[in-house]
């Protein structure tokens, strides 16, 4: 009967360690190699079924660079020459004498962004979120001549700043397939806060697409945007491209044409994009304005870029960018009919009420985000 006993105890404890020996085996050897760090951007593309056997397409693909909930950054441009002609009635490609003219010592200010979700289900998602911008000029050696309109002294005195409102919605319409539509609402020019300016001259812009998600490694889509983009309102197509590489080192994220990147990614926590963006608005500048027409700098500019992005800690990341700034356009147009606008284009042929110059620095930017899980 012992002997039984004092067996059996044998066996179970036998068992005990043969559970043990497949974990020791995981465990770092004894030159001390480390585990291999999970990468979680595996699980961005779990989707579940809202209901039955319903599947949606997932917003994201594999290794996208994080999307950002709030956002704080500083802007810094190198200086730069500026010169302005008098206002007046020129046709494109004119070349009046400039009737100011200086150099930018200083432009450059802060940008704060936040976009939150509101809904956020398998088959809807919609945020919402809001932007500043501001600009600020610091400028040497201005020289006016008889006609000058100021504008240097104006920018050097008052700056330039948006403050918007903007919505994502992202519809799945099956496994493959969903459209995303997105719309700003952007109140620029050169008004001081607290103070505004009437939210008549409220811009607004919008684009459409609907797109194809074949694989997890790759989106599209196709659409039309109405757009400030360069400054003065147009309407484009638009072209969505993002796409990561099988060895998930290298992708793009393309929303042409306003902007286009090659993407890096060195781990999880750390991406380089090399690429460009389009950037601008429509600015009125009040104090040269009145009640029945409206005098907006029509600012837009290309900005060749690094974007080098990494992890501080859990969900905070830091981002810096530098690139060259390519002025696209720095015009006025004056907006008669209270400003209301109207369309130019590619092929319009309105006069300008001013034609303006800018040099094209290098520039600077970096800052600090709080990004999605």
């Known amino acids: ?53 319903t599947r949606y397409c997932s917003p994201k693909i594999f290794d996208l660079s994080p999307q950002r909930f709030i956002s704080i950054g500083w802007d810094y441009q190198r200086p730069f020459n500026i010169t302005a002609s008098p206002i007046g009635t020129y046709a494109e490609g004119a070349e009046p004498a400039p009737a100011e003219s200086g150099r930018a010592g200083y432009t450059g200010g802060l940008r704060l962004g936040a976009n939150i979700p509101v809904i956020s289900r398998n088959s809807f998602v919609w945020q919402v979120g809001a932007s500043f911008w501001d600009i600020r000029y610091a400028f040497q050696n201005i020289e006016d001549e008889p006609g000058a309109a100021g504008l240097l002294d104006i920018l050097d005195e008052r700056g330039l700043r948006t403050i918007g409102l903007n919505t994502t919605i992202f519809k799945p319409l099956n496994e493959k397939n969903f459209i995303l539509i997105q719309a700003n609402a952007d109140l620029s020019g050169d008004y001081r806060l607290p103070q505004f300016q009437s939210l008549r001259y409220v811009r607004y812009s919008l684009a459409a697409l609907w797109g194809r998600r074949p694989s997890d490694r790759l989106m599209w889509g196709i659409g039309a945007a109405r757009t400030y983009r360069v400054g003065e309102m147009n309407y484009i197509p638009v072209v969505l491209y993002n796409y990561t590489a099988p060895s998930r080192k290298w992708g793009t994220e393309i929303l042409f044409p306003a902007r286009a990147h090659v993407r890096r990614n060195f781990s999880p926590r750390s991406i380089l994009l090399a690429g460009y963006e389009l950037e601008g608005q429509s600015y009125r500048l009040n104090t040269l304005s009145d009640e029945t027409r409206s005098l907006e700098i029509r600012r837009g500019e290309l900005r060749a870029r690094l974007d080098y992005q990494f992890q501080l800690v859990g969900f905070v990341w830091a981002s810096v960018q530098m690139g060259w700034r390519y002025n696209w356009s720095f015009n006025a147009d004056y907006l008669e009919d209270k400003g209301q606008e109207f369309f130019r284009g590619f092929f319009g042929d309105q006069p300008f009420a001013m034609l303006n110059e800018l040099g094209n620095p290098i520039y600077l930017q970096a800052g600090i985000h709080l990004v999605s899980p």
């Open 1 to 53: 009967m012992r002997s039984t006993l004092f067996l059996g105890r044998i066996l179970a404890v036998c068992g005990i360690l043969a559970t043990f020996i497949p974990l020791r085996a995981q465990e770092p050897d004894s030159l001390g190699t480390a585990e291999e760090e999970e990468d979680y951007s595996m699980y961005d593309d779990v989707v579940f079924a809202d209901s039955g056997t």
